[in-house]
């Protein structure tokens, strides 16, 4: 390993580590547009010079080969006032509009001005016009003034979506980025160029006027709108979601996350239930579970519950602990018909739910039309899931329940069906709202942070659970006084015996989640083979080998 | 006598012809050299001192031995014939005169170096010229000197002739390169460097016309013998470039380390005009820093020598200018030509030098302030050696030089608020 030492620094680096990458380790941040650590190197903007002893002109930092013994200086003044007079160029003919501009507050132009810059305009003459407010794609806008040119979104566009659809058209200080003609810049990934546009070029048109980043109050969290489980950041303000970006994870998603994942926010903003509906009325909470779960006493049993794929590991593990033990239903099932999405090599999955493996885990896997159609039960509790949405002709099964019940995040078809039947809606939170665990395609645990408060008195899946629990007196509290607290106990009390599931130390799952080791491969269960409650035990009880489906 | 070594079949008629360079005993050198061991060859050109005309003067067969030793790739040469520094002309005479010199230097060059696949990049504007050696290539396939088989011994080398599109930039060997391979002409950051990962990610070396037509000359004479001929480490002749004020322009073959004084009189037929004295002279293309009348007439034209006067060769365009030729006006052409030619890459080339265009033009026509007159010095030093390719370099050499030896013109045109002359140019 070769040591270097940089500034006041002695380090250790990686024989191709990137000297602005090994600087960061040790605290020292080099400024630069167009260096990204997922991309090939430009070495265009110039900003990361660095003095190199021994070398007589100052070098830029992205594209010096680390020897052995090199001694790398970044704070001289013959460095500064380098930077200094590169940044000037940068901003010679940036129309500094910072007040309009949406990327205020989060601008390596501002932020380098603050730090190295701090000169008075010498730019006395007009600048260089350019367009402005090019739609380059459903999801994309470009104010062409604004930018530095330093081709991160063309290298992105080839190197990691592999779509080329950015090049920058002619030459000197004329140069523009933009997109072939009839081309327009429609990636399933092409979000991600506003994330790594390091200035106020490219902007977002969904985030666009939306709100002041400085405003934004920020939360891990992870993506649910395929099984990939890409990490991402909540960007929300008024208790409102404004934003989704990428959060970095090596083994999931590197720096990236799709379109699709990128607009599923507005299902958490929009439409929400919010309070409890009774028999075509608003009601308390409080009023609209007590009157379900007498219903619910005096069935004794004779209920199907469909739960959603989409719920968290928790959500789950409570819910199938109450219907299966301490309140045993005929059937439980948790899946959804939310049809496959395309899936490709780079992130996105076919299958459109973010907790599948846990439901396979758990053997909660089943068919929702069969299940909805031939349980033979009195009564219907769905939470989370939207069947109708899926399939409207489903509404019919739907009659053939003395109650139906649902808890929903969404006024969504199944909601209104709901209402029409004059059943109990319940509000429930979206993973926004609280914390949890999800378990992606490869098995792998991985946390989320509560963003929002939740919606009204909306309660999460695990939350109702134990709610209702309570309701039957056949309560359980899983010890903890701490949210925090009490999802640990769910995974060290609930673990069904003999399941496949892992021991998960939820409080320390660490930072890019991990693969726990599964004792049994999760397997898909499409038939609702001994899922009923009765069999349940049994089926914990000696675990065939294989499942119904192989 | 001055030794004629590129221009030696200039003046004969049809000398662009095969037959008329087989007359000449043509593509004998290269028979010769297919008997040798390829080291042997590189061997004889670096005796010969041979330095890269393009501009930059590095020895040419020591570039040719930084090719990997045991690369499992393709070898490819590069013939840089996108000759488009202003005041450079003479790669095109090669070309349109004695094409089959150039054929036969890049024979031997190919087997000197290993490679089998050579790619002229010519610049665009020069159609009439790629006719001509479009068509010396297409005999030389035909008599069997190109091919699958060159000359029966079983070696193939095939040439092919891609034309430019028409940008300065491309003549930088690795802008060349992007431009070859069908992407934009932006130079590649470096390491690495062309020799080891250059021409689709293969070892490439890449040559100026004039230093691969040179080739056969030294093998035929030896490299001691062509390293007899100029000074120093400057040897060989060179093909001057002479334009710009004197009696009889054109490209003129002459050993390094001529003095300009008799490059001037006894070659190009001295200034036009008995009563214009010579005033500046750019010796090496529009790149280099100027030199002054006085400079000029002492200066010998050969890399060291103008070097210590603290200019250039460079591709030896040398430009003369004479006395009552506003020097405002003659920089604000040549920093339009970079402004306009920066391929915009690199921050301080993309904005330096559109920056530096304004101000030296405002100086010239009027509206430049003082304060951005001292700018200029400032701005050119945050250009310096910060980029990628040399572009803004070769912009900022002009500017200061130019500032430097003929800064009293500047202060007089923004005392005057513009140019005092109403015709720049006499």
């Known amino acids: 390993m070769p040591k270097i030492r940089i500034d006041e620094h002695e380090l ?10 090994a600087a960061r380790r040790v605290g020292v941040h080099i400024p630069h547009f167009c260096y990204h650590p997922a991309l090939t190197v430009a070495g265009n903007c110039r900003q990361c010079l660095v003095e190199v002893e021994g070398v007589p002109k100052p070098q830029i930092a992205c594209n010096t080969p680390l020897r052995d013994g090199m001694v790398v200086h970044t704070k001289s003044e013959a460095i500064q006032e380098a930077r200094r007079g590169v ?39 007009d600048k260089v016009h350019k367009p402005k407010m090019i739609d380059l794609g459903p999801l994309v806008t470009l104010d062409a003034e604004r930018c530095v040119l330093c081709t991160r979104c063309v290298r992105f566009c080839q190197e990691v979506a592999g779509t080329d659809e950015l090049y920058v058209k002619e030459r000197g200080h004329e140069s523009t980025i933009t997109t072939f003609p009839g081309r327009p810049l429609e990636n399933p990934y092409s979000g991600n160029v506003v994330d790594i546009c390091p200035v106020g070029a490219l902007l977002s048109k969904d985030f666009r006027f939306k709100s002041r980043v400085w405003w934004l109050k920020q939360a891990d969290s992870v993506c649910t709108s395929c099984a990939r489980g890409c990490n991402i950041r909540i960007d929300h303000h008024w208790n409102q979601v404004q934003r989704l970006v990428p959060r970095y994870n090596p083994d999931v998603n590197q720096h990236w996350m799709c379109d699709r994942g990128r607009v599923e926010y507005r299902s958490i903003n929009e439409h929400r239930v919010t309070e409890a509906q009774l028999g075509g009325r608003t009601t308390f909470l409080s009023d609209a579970l007590g009157h379900a779960c007498e219903r619910l006493e005096q069935l004794d049993g004779d209920v199907v519950v469909l739960l959603s794929p ?30 496959e999405q395309p899936q490709d090599e780079i992130l996105r999955r076919a299958d459109p739910h973010p907790n599948t493996w846990m439901v396979r885990a758990l053997g909660l896997a089943g068919d929702v039309r069969e299940f909805l159609r031939r349980s033979g039960a009195r009564a219907l509790l769905v939470i989370g899931d939207d069947p109708i949405g899926w399939d409207p002709s489903l509404a019919d099964a739907l009659d053939g329940y003395d109650m139906v019940a649902a808890a929903l995040t969404n006024h969504n078809a199944t909601a209104a069906a709901v209402l029409e039947r004059h059943g109990c809606l319940l509000p429930l939170a979206t993973h926004a709202e609280y914390a949890g665990s999800f378990t992606n395609f490869e098995g792998r645990v991985q946390r989320f942070e509560p963003a929002l408060s939740p919606y009204g008195s909306a309660l999460a899946g695990y939350e109702l659970g134990i709610e209702i629990a309570a309701m039957l007196r056949r309560g359980f509290w899983p010890d903890g006084e701490s949210p925090e607290q009490v999802l640990s106990a769910i ?41 009923t409650a009765d069999d349940a035990h049994s089926w914990y009880g000696h675990a065939p080998k294989g499942g119904a489906d192989g | 006598m001055t030794q004629r070594i590129l221009s030696l079949h200039f003046d004969n008629t049809d000398s662009h012809l095969l037959a008329t360079y087989e007359r000449e005993g043509g593509y004998r050198i290269f028979r010769k050299a297919l008997q040798m061991q390829p080291e042997a060859v590189v061997e004889e050109v670096k005796k010969s001192g041979l330095r890269g005309r393009g501009g930059a003067g590095f020895p040419a067969g020591v570039k040719w031995g930084f090719i990997p030793k045991d690369t499992k790739r393709p070898i490819y040469l590069c013939i840089n014939a996108d000759e488009s520094e202003p005041g450079t002309f003479k790669d095109r005479y ?28 010519i610049r665009g504007e020069y159609e009439s010229t790629r006719k001509v050696l479009q068509a010396a290539v297409d005999e030389a396939y035909e008599a069997g000197y190109l091919g699958a088989d060159v000359t029966g011994s079983g070696w193939r080398c095939d040439v092919t002739i891609h034309k430019g599109a028409g940008a300065y930039i491309c003549g930088e060997e690795t802008g060349l390169l992007e431009s070859l391979e069908g992407k934009k002409g932006y130079p590649r950051i470096k390491p690495p460097f062309p020799a080891v990962v250059g ?17 056969p000359w ?44 008799e490059m001037l009189h006894d070659y190009a037929g001295g200034m036009r005009r008995a009563d214009r004295p010579l005033k500046a002279v750019i010796p090496g293309g529009s790149s280099v820093p100027v030199l002054t009348a006085a400079e000029a007439m002492e200066a010998k034209l050969d890399y060291e020598s103008l070097a210590e006067l603290g200019t250039m060769l460079g591709s030896a365009g040398v430009i003369v200018i004479e006395e009552g030729t506003c020097m405002v006006w003659a920089l604000a052409t040549l920093t339009r030509f970079y402004a306009d030619e920066s391929c915009g890459q690199c921050t301080p080339c993309r904005e330096g030098t559109g920056w530096v265009n304004d101000i030296i033009w405002r100086i010239e026509k009027g509206g430049a302030t003082a304060d951005e007159f001292a700018m200029v010095q400032n701005l050119t030093d945050n250009m310096t050696g910060t980029t ?25 045109h923004l005392q005057h608020g513009g140019c005092p002359q109403t015709q720049p140019v006499g």
Not at chain 1, 12 to 21: A, M, P
Not at chain 1, 325 to 331: A, D, E, G, I
Not at chain 2, 101 to 115: F, N, P, R, V, Y
Not at chain 2, 388 to 405: E, G, N, R, W
């Open chain 1, 491 to 531: 995974w060290k009390q609930l673990l069904p015996a003999g399941s496949d599931l892992p021991e998960v130390d939820w409080e320390n799952v660490p930072q890019y989640g991990f693969v726990p080791t599964w004792r049994r491969t999760a397997r898909p269960r499409s038939v609702m083979v001994g899922d």
């Open chain 2, 388 to 412: 990628i390719c040399p572009l803004a370099d070769a912009c900022v050499m002009p500017v200061k030089s130019f500032l430097k030896k003929f800064g009293h013109e500047f202060e007089e």
């Open chain 2, 94 to 121: 090669i070309m349109e005169r004695d094409p089959h010199m150039l054929l036969e230097g890049i024979l031997i060059t190919c087997w000197a170096i290993k490679s089998s696949d050579c790619y002229i990049y």
């Open chain 2, 199 to 215: 021409l689709f990610q293969c070892p490439t070396i890449i040559n100026n016309v004039e230093t691969i037509a040179s080739v």
């Open chain 1, 310 to 339: 989409k719920l968290a590991n928790e959500d789950l593990l409570v819910l199938q602990h109450l219907f299966r033990t301490l309140y045993p239903v005929k059937q439980l099932v948790a899946a959804s018909l939310e049809p």
């Open chain 2, 218 to 261: 030294i093998l035929e004479h030896g490299g001691d013998a062509y390293a007899a001929i100029g000074v120093g480490k400057s040897t060989g002749t060179k093909l001057f470039c002479m334009s710009g004020h004197i009696q009889r322009p054109g490209v003129y073959e002459a050993p390094l380390g001529i003095p300009f004084r």
């Open chain 1, 87 to 125: 940044l000037e160029y940068l901003l010679l003919n940036h129309p500094i509009d910072c007040p309009i501009c949406d990327q205020a507050g989060e601008c390596r132009l501002q932020e380098y001005y603050m730090s190295h810059g701090l000169y008075e305009s010498r730019r006395n003459l």
């Open chain 1, 12 to 21: 250790e680096v990686g024989q191709h580590e990137n000297l602005i990458d």
